[in-house]
């Protein structure tokens, strides 16, 4: 059956990005889109930071990132700062972009370890735009200064996610979306395929689709509530399922820093996001050990300000559907699965979903074959993210609580095992297909928790040190010359996208 009518169920940042994605595909053929939302449900609104590639998603969608910018209250972000994660009062910043460049055809962070065995002590963090200009709050696009022989500036955003949806709204109905307003009460499937054929709303109405997109949420109502397609836990390696949301002005009248921040406590740890006027907060946390007054006692003793809400309490179980499209219906954002927001990859897997289906998908009809290549591919995106997070908990000396005690000895995946023990012995990272993380990605969390590269490879242990220390030393003038000519942070901000005051 030709798809001709595609229905998305539930709003907010996941529906819409869809709505706005999808509004492209009538463009080269008529196809009629359709997404159901209620003002009286509210959305989690809890994955304000971003990562790069959404800076590529709303290129493709055409939009003006000033407009985009000063519309969502946002800033940019060159990366996450990470405190008390290896031990209470150590702290390291997981950058954007990469430490250095390849030399030789291996990783950088061989390189300077064969340098540093022969006494270089510059640390590996210099050799890293990104990390240098977050430490002194400066900032610059690529685009500012268009030299060849510079590092370009990679960035995502700090975004005010229910603005951002709005933005996207306007954007979506200018295409020909057709927003309905009402809560979806009923599902109607057919008795012959098992395909969703229509949802029947709280007024009454009935909307028929070929494709319908499950936006819902943790309830997941078409993809788990009608279609009953099951959920894989992952509360043994992730046991945090609670969190508390709350937005606080910054009282000290501070600019904004070009990074976020993730502060462990004892039993999860706080977000700090900087928008242009305000910050978005908010604790994650495990309930086996901490209880809902103690997180959000903890979150508010460590703002930056006094709570502009009343705190928004969520509960989640960390896992994934056992499939992300089933019949005629693909779920996206959180009735897909949910891995907490520590690396800001809430948003990142709509937009991938995103773009994957759009990929895989023809408007001729669903078949099985699509259904099988999103789900193997969106399974595996999905492992390879949650690894790299638990990541975070296991690498960790702390002992000073219950849970610190328990995700520090806790059993991990073997494909994690695998990466570290093979980081420990030369410090070699596979970065396998088209993973998210790169080699300093995941070089950045194990070195700023402890795990130390055991040596590096014998290529690098071959090469001759005075050819590539000359390439060092250039790196590092070229950083800091590009640094220091850089405009801070909040001037940029002020001149580039500002935002009226919320």
């Keep these: 059956m030709a798809i001709e009518r595609i229905v998305i169920v539930g709003g907010g940042t996941a529906g819409w990005m869809a709505a706005a994605a999808l509004s492209r595909l009538s463009d080269s053929r008529k196809v009629a889109i359709t997404l159901i939302e209620s003002e009286q449900i509210g959305t989690v609104g809890v994955g304000e930071a971003t990562i790069p590639p959404m800076v590529e998603f709303n290129q493709l969608l055409g939009i003006d990132e000033r407009e985009m910018m000063a519309a969502t209250q946002a800033t940019f972000k060159l990366g996450i700062q990470f405190a008390n994660w290896g031990n209470l009062g150590e702290s390291y910043l997981h950058p954007f972009g990469t430490y250095g460049y390849h030399i030789g055809g291996i990783a950088f962070?061989?390189?300077?370890?064969?340098?540093?065995?022969?006494?270089?002590?510059?640390?590996?963090?210099?050799?890293?735009?990104?990390?240098?200009?977050?430490?002194?709050?400066?900032?610059?696009?690529?685009?500012?200064?268009q030299r060849d022989d510079l590092p370009p500036m990679n960035y995502?955003?700090?975004?005010?996610?229910?603005?951002?949806?709005?933005?996207?709204?306007?954007?979506?109905?200018?295409?020909?979306?057709?927003?309905?307003?009402?809560?979806?009460?009923?599902?109607?499937?057919?008795?012959?395929?098992?395909?969703?054929?229509?949802?029947?709303?709280d007024d009454g109405a009935t909307v028929e689709g070929d494709l319908f997109i499950d936006c819902?949420?943790?309830?997941?109502?078409?993809?788990?509530?009608?279609?009953?397609?099951?959920?894989?836990?992952?509360?043994?390696?992730?046991?945090?399922?609670?969190?508390?949301?709350?937005?606080?002005?910054?009282?000290?009248?501070?600019?904004?820093?070009?990074?976020?921040?993730?502060?462990?406590?004892?039993?999860?740890?706080?977000?700090q996001v900087?928008?242009?006027?305000?910050?978005?907060?908010?604790?994650?946390?495990?309930?086996?050990?901490?209880?809902d007054e103690e997180a959000h006692d903890i979150l508010v003793a460590n703002m930056m300000g006094k709570p502009e809400a009343e705190p928004n309490f969520l509960r989640f179980v960390t896992g994934r559907r056992k499939k992300s499209w089933n019949r005629?219906?693909?779920?996206?954002?959180?009735?897909?699965?949910?891995?907490?927001?520590?690396?800001?990859?809430?948003?990142?897997?709509?937009?991938?979903?995103?773009?994957?289906?759009?990929?895989?998908?023809?408007?001729?009809?669903?078949?099985?074959?699509?259904?099988?290549?999103?789900?193997?591919?969106?399974?595996?995106?999905?492992?390879?993210?949650?690894?790299?997070?638990?990541?975070?908990?296991?690498?960790?000396?702390?002992?000073?609580?219950?849970f610190w005690d328990y995700v520090r000895t806790m059993d991990v995946p073997d494909t994690l095992t695998e990466k570290i023990e093979l980081f420990k012995a030369n410090g070699q990272i596979f970065r396998e297909?088209?993973?998210?993380?790169?080699?300093?990605?995941?070089?950045?969390?194990?070195?700023?928790?402890?795990?130390?590269?055991?040596?590096?490879?014998?290529?690098?242990?071959?090469?001759?040190l005075p050819d590539f220390r000359g390439e060092l030393d250039e790196m590092e003038r070229s950083i800091r010359y590009l640094v220091n000519h850089m405009p801070t942070h909040g001037d940029y901000l002020a001149k580039y996208c500002p935002a009226k005051a919320a």
Excluded at 115 to 122: L, T, V, Y
Aim: aromatic share 10%; charged share 20%.
């Design 109 to 145: 962070h061989q390189v300077w370890h064969r340098a540093r065995a022969e006494g270089d002590r510059r640390p590996l963090q210099v050799f890293n735009l990104e990390t240098v200009a977050a430490h002194f709050g400066r900032f610059s696009r690529t685009q500012d200064y």
């Design 156 to 201: 995502a955003y700090h975004i005010d996610a229910t603005r951002y949806a709005a933005f996207l709204r306007g954007y979506s109905e200018k295409r020909g979306v057709v927003r309905r307003e009402g809560k979806v009460v009923d599902t109607t499937l057919d008795g012959e395929t098992g395909y969703v054929s229509s949802v029947t709303m």
């Design 216 to 271: 819902s949420g943790f309830r997941g109502l078409l993809i788990e509530q009608a279609l009953e397609t099951g959920y894989e836990d992952w509360r043994q390696y992730l046991p945090c399922d609670r969190a508390v949301a709350l937005p606080c002005r910054r009282e000290d009248g501070s600019p904004p820093p070009p990074f976020t921040k993730a502060i462990a406590h004892t039993a999860g740890w706080q977000w």
């Design 274 to 291: 900087p928008l242009q006027h305000r910050n978005g907060n908010g604790h994650v946390y495990c309930s086996e050990y901490m209880s």
């Design 328 to 402: 005629n219906v693909v779920a996206l954002g959180l009735s897909s699965g949910f891995m907490e927001p520590l690396e800001s990859t809430s948003i990142h897997l709509i937009n991938s979903g995103i773009n994957r289906l759009i990929a895989i998908l023809s408007l001729d009809g669903v078949t099985q074959t699509q259904q099988d290549t999103f789900n193997r591919l969106t399974d595996k995106e999905y492992r390879r993210i949650r690894d790299f997070l638990v990541l975070h908990y296991n690498a960790t000396t702390r002992d000073d609580s219950p």
């Design 433 to 464: 297909e088209d993973e998210l993380f790169n080699e300093t990605s995941w070089a950045a969390v194990m070195m700023g928790q402890g795990i130390a590269m055991g040596g590096h490879g014998p290529i690098a242990a071959s090469m001759d």
